[in-house]
């Protein structure tokens, strides 16, 4: 089992910045896949940015340019420095993993999700 626990979430002004932080406990050897989604109010959950343990990335593209995503394999911690941000930004924002290795060496593709961290951004 993987637990997430998300933090740094908050109210910021536009064109602020922010840096979210996920820390994945539990028993596990490695994580493939760590990244971040969001749920704006009103609308579905979408991804953000994702970073495999290689260190190969993916953004969506309202964030590209403005965030990065970064990983610290040996703390099993992924972090999301967040830059310009809008008021569109304004979400939920929620930790992911999937493709958990086990203690056992086993392949494991479920998903584990954190409970999220609010992000507001004001006009």
């Known amino acids: 089992q993987v637990q997430l626990v998300e933090s740094g979430g908050g109210v910021v002004q536009a064109g602020g910045s922010l840096r979210l932080s996920c820390v994945a406990s539990g028993c596990f050897f490695s994580i493939n896949i760590m990244g971040w989604y969001r749920h704006p109010p009103g609308k579905q959950r979408e991804l953000v940015a994702t970073?495999?343990?290689?260190?190969?990335?993916t953004y969506a593209d309202s964030v590209k340019g403005r965030s990065t995503i970064s990983r610290d394999n040996a703390n099993n911690t992924v972090y999301l420095q967040m830059n310009s941000l809008k008021p569109e930004d304004t979400a939920v924002y929620y930790c992911?993993?999937?493709?958990?290795?086990?203690?056992?060496?086993?392949?494991?593709?479920?998903?584990?999700w954190g409970k999220g961290t609010l992000v507001t951004v004001s006009s």
């Open positions: 992911n993993a999937k493709g958990v290795t086990t203690i056992q060496r086993n392949y494991n593709r479920k998903d584990y």
């Open positions: 970073s495999t343990s290689g260190g190969s990335t």
